[in-house]
């Protein structure tokens, strides 16, 4: 452990260090550097997509494209009889199976 005097003597130095401190100066033109970085917009990919998406113009006639398409398979989904429909479903699943063929398969 230090003695009393090496203590106050390191202390002293220290203080004394101080005695000739300046305040730190930046550069004039720091703060427009960095306000400038800021205010600089990098357009990504993403930022031009949304940007396009957004307009009025595109949003429209993208809904406007939806609607139809959703217009031509409802008409086309409805035109067609639910007879034949059951009829194809029927055919697919049950083709190659019968009922003997279930039954077998479940006793194994």
Known sequence: M??????????????NSLDNIQRA???????T????????EEKSVWALAIGFMGRPVVAL??????LMINMAVFFTVKSQPADEDQQLYANE???????SDYENA???
């Open 2 to 15: 230090k003695n009393k005097q090496q203590i106050q003597q390191e202390v002293e130095k220290t203080l």
């Open 93 to 99: 699943y049950f083709s190659n199976t019968t009922v």
């Open 106 to 108: 479940t006793n194994e």
């Open 25 to 31: 100066e930046a550069n004039p033109y720091l703060f």
């Open 61 to 66: 006639a993208t809904i406007f494209l939806i």
């Open 33 to 40: 550097r960095i306000k400038a970085a800021l205010q600089k």
